[in-house]
């Protein structure tokens, strides 16, 4: 299995990014993905999910009405897309598979594959 992330990039302040996330060697199709990000010294942080159809979403309240996830299944990607970015926002950026996706807070239980991750920085 691998999920393999891009789209990450250095953006300034109130600019955009789309990250993007393929998977293989999975059904991709049956699985509840999320998008989850770390910053030096800080705790993982789950920011986004998507259940297997995209019929439900969740965000952190960190990200909520600037961060939109999608997903094409006949693709096998998942995105994320990331307006009004701050520097907050700096962070590896890694996406999940297996999560639980219920539209509550995002939780790494569960997550069965990792991507290597994608860093994003967010500076003038």
């Known amino acids: 299995v691998r999920l393999v992330e891009s789209g990450g990039g250095l953006v300034q302040p109130g600019g955009s990014l789309r990250l993007s996330c393929t998977a293989s060697g999975l059904r991709f199709n049956t699985y509840n993905m999320g998008w989850f990000r770390q910053a030096p010294g800080k705790e993982r942080e789950g920011i986004s999910c998507?259940?297997?159809?995209?019929?439900?979403?969740s965000y952190a309240d960190s990200v909520t009405g600037r961060f939109t996830i999608s997903r094409d299944n006949a693709k096998n990607t998942l995105y994320l897309q990331m307006n009004t970015l701050k520097p907050e926002d700096t962070a590896m950026y890694y996406c999940a598979a297996g999560l639980a996706c219920s539209g509550r807070a995002i939780s790494d239980k569960g997550v069965g594959y990792w991507g290597q991750g994608t860093q994003v920085t967010v500076s003038s």
């Open positions: 998507i259940s297997w159809a995209g019929g439900t979403t």
